[in-house]
């Protein structure tokens, strides 16, 4: 296989002269690696969502079709701290309300992802968890090839930003590959 560096090199030597260097400093993270050209293998998949995750589109399902060897743990993540936060201001009586509203729209949510990946023939597992949101996914994808989050999870959207900052976080802080939708 080639090695970009060297294609590099050859075709832009010339042409840029003593730049070179400075171009290849400047633009070094926008080339591929040898490895990062490999196409990952993806036998597991965490996927993740919450009450800021939407509805997800057709395509995203049609993505995860191309992994029909591939079990997915689908997660309706509860902010535990926001749980806790309630219990201790509100008390016990709205904290359960709140687990109860939480758990019944994930239960929505999650129904309409299993009626999706069983019409597809996916190997999947379902379930709801309270958990701190952001070390849950960074933990979790530890042990997972891919990860599929909303680009709304974790937070409400703005105009302002594309893509929530638990997202932006997340993305950040894992070496795994996403699907952000």
């Not at 926008?30 to 965490?46: M, N, R």
């Not at 239960?107 to 190997?123: A, F, P, V, W």
């Not at 974790?154 to 952000?180: A, L, Y």
């Amino acid at each position: 296989m080639v090695n970009f560096s060297e294609l590099i090199l050859r075709k832009f030597m010339n042409i840029a002269g003593s730049r070179y260097e400075e171009i290849m400093k400047a633009y070094q993270e926008f080339f591929l690696t040898e490895e990062e050209l490999q196409i990952p293998v993806i036998t597991s998949i965490l996927f993740v969502v919450d009450r800021f995750s939407g509805d997800i589109p057709r395509e995203v399902f049609d993505v995860l079709s191309s992994y029909p060897e591939a079990r997915i743990d689908v997660v309706y993540l509860v902010d535990s701290a926001l749980f806790s936060l309630i219990r201790e201001t509100l008390g016990e009586e709205e904290a359960e309300k709140f687990r109860e509203n939480e758990e019944s729209l994930g239960r929505q949510i999650l129904k309409k992802i299993e009626d999706e990946l069983s019409k597809l023939g996916m190997d999947y597992t379902i379930e709801i968890i309270f958990a701190d949101k952001v070390d849950f996914v960074e933990h979790e994808t530890g042990t997972k090839d891919l990860l599929v989050i909303s680009r709304h999870f974790g937070s409400e959207s703005v105009k302002t930003h594309k893509v929530s900052p638990v997202v932006f976080r997340i993305v950040q802080g894992i070496e795994k590959p996403v699907i952000v939708y």
